[in-house]
């Protein structure tokens, strides 16, 4: 019988659940690291929520463990580098606590604008401070989202039912869904001089760490409110808290933070400040939801090998497996490829498939691929999510399928549409791995590495020797060198294999050098 620990407080249902299928459970909540280290070599499978911290220590300890489930829909408290290497499958449930969200962001809304929790105090000291707590009216408002996905959406319901005007910023928010929703899509700078509230409902990567920085706080209106019940680390505390008491901002209500428990923060004391301790997902329906859905997803994997809501595994049957597995990590990284080279709405996504990957399974391919392209700005998407968050966004996505390939036996190419054209990243599997062999229409064969560096330059002399120098100066080694061109002093790109990733200050001199049009930092 598999055996499941549960480390962190879950409903009573997934118990329930587990047991009827034939799953062992044991409860052991509040372990310390050290803990958990002792006791999970005895799993086949954890289930956490954001407490319990997987961490690579823990991973290398679990020898058992074929699968993670986190009951709920941030991951970040999860190795998943260390989980994939060590083969364990981490799964989330991204929809159970949807509307739990949206309704505190919304609560949280409410209880700046009337000022209830000092409100609340002051009242029951019997001070009755009648004057002292002049409020404002949500209606008529202009809020501003930041991430319009799922939660997001559910958040613009309910301010516009509030007759209040809602803009949103998202790359991946088409206008046609814009329209649909009900929203205006803007810029972030132009959400910023607009929103008398803001709202942040957007994963925290690379791309939206900081999001509200120091700088776009500058660019708010002045008394501008702001709610976070997203992640911790999308804002900066620090000048939130200047914010605050220089009144630029007005109020502000987080539920997260960017350490938690949250036993001390910068923000803590602050005026016109009311913090949660990260209740966003915390009522009795959610807690239900997330409970039955991943107590059903670890039963199937490990009674079956079904993969659900996986973050780091496709979903694919046993006997498509071996087939499918190196075409649906090709279709993975050039999506990846794509998404990174994206920095506007995407309209449209195409997939092909040419040769003898066109008589497969692509549902699955074509997932990777998605997946890969909505990575970049919206970290917890799977196979199993990707093509439903396209959807929601009102980006189009088509498959064609061609017999023959002039060149290769496979291959598979991906095409974005944005609002400034086409990108369009074709590969093939060689010798069991996957490579690029074509970007904007130019040939060439380059394996996937870790780190990429791409430069689109013109095709001149001496361009290779400045770029490698650079890269030696920056002590940058360098894997692999693949080059492109149209012809002879024309475009031209290259794609380099490096060990350490490129600096923000290095792309920027590799930008500077003559006949550079475009560098970029990949990370696959």
């Not at 998943?80 to 609560?107: D, K, Q, Y």
């Not at 002049?134 to 408002?141: F, H, I, S, T």
């Not at 490096?498 to 920027?508: I, K, T, Y």
Request: aromatic share 4%.
């Amino acid at each position: 019988m598999p055996r499941v620990l549960i480390a962190d407080s879950l409903s009573p249902a997934a118990v329930d659940i587990f047991r009827q299928r034939g799953v062992d459970a044991d409860i052991k909540t509040g372990l310390s690291k050290e803990d958990l280290i002792k006791v999970i070599g005895d799993y086949d499978g954890l289930v956490v929520r954001s407490d319990t911290k997987p961490n690579k220590e823990v991973i290398a300890a679990a020898k058992r463990l074929k699968v993670i489930g986190r009951a709920g829909i941030g991951v970040d408290n999860i190795d998943i580098p260390a989980a994939t290497a060590a083969g364990v499958v981490v799964m989330n449930t991204p929809f159970g606590n949807s509307i739990t969200t949206a309704e505190h962001a919304i609560a949280m809304m409410f209880a700046l604008a009337r000022q209830m929790p000092a409100a609340d105090i002051s009242t029951q000291a019997g001070k009755w401070e009648k004057s002292r707590f002049m409020g404002v009216e949500l209606y008529a408002k202009t809020l501003g989202l930041i991430g319009a996905g799922n939660i997001g959406s559910i958040v613009a319901d309910r301010a516009l039912g509030l007759k209040m005007k809602v803009v949103a910023y998202d790359p991946f928010l088409s206008p046609e869904r814009a329209v649909e929703m009900g929203v205006e899509k803007v810029e972030l700078d132009e959400l910023l001089a607009r929103a008398d509230i803001i709202t942040l409902h957007t994963p925290l990567t690379d791309k939206t760490r900081n999001i509200l920085s120091a700088e776009n706080l500058a660019k708010a209106k002045k008394g501008v409110m702001i709610v976070n019940c997203a992640r911790g680390g999308l804002v900066d505390e620090a000048a939130l808290r200047a914010g605050l008491e220089s009144g630029h901002v007005g109020a502000a209500g987080f539920d997260v933070f960017t350490q938690e428990p949250a036993k001390e923060n910068v923000l803590f004391g602050a005026p016109n400040f009311v913090a949660t301790p990260h209740l966003g997902a915390s009522t009795n329906e959610a807690q239900e939801n997330v409970a039955l859905q991943v107590a059903e997803q670890i039963s199937d994997y490990l009674l079956t090998g079904a993969v659900t809501n996986a973050l780091n595994s496709p979903s694919v049957t046993a006997e498509e497996a071996p087939r499918l597995k190196p075409f649906i990590a090709l279709a993975e990284r050039l999506g990846a490829f794509a998404g990174q080279m994206v920095d506007f709405g995407i309209g449209a996504i195409d997939i092909a498939y040419e040769g003898e990957v066109a008589m497969l399974n692509a549902r699955p391919m074509t997932a990777a691929a998605l997946a890969g392209v909505l990575r970049p700005m919206l970290a917890e998407i799977n196979m199993v999510s990707a093509p439903a968050v396209a959807k929601e966004r009102g980006i189009t996505v088509s498959e064609s399928r061609q017999e023959d390939s002039p060149i290769y036996e496979s291959l598979i190419r991906v095409t974005v549409t944005t609002e400034k054209g086409k990108r369009s990243f074709a590969g093939s599997v060689l010798a069991g791995a996957p490579r690029v062999v074509e970007v904007k229409g130019m040939d060439l064969d380059a394996p996937f590495a870790p780190t990429m560096l791409y430069v689109n330059n013109l095709d001149k002399p001496g361009f290779i020797g400045a770029l490698g120098s650079l890269l030696a100066e920056a002590n940058v080694n360098i894997a692999t060198f693949n080059l492109g061109r149209v012809s002879a002093g024309d475009d031209a790109i290259a794609l380099v294999g490096v060990d350490q990733a490129p600096s923000a200050e290095l792309l920027e001199r590799i930008e500077a050098l003559p006949h550079v049009k475009e560098s970029r930092a990949l990370r696959f």
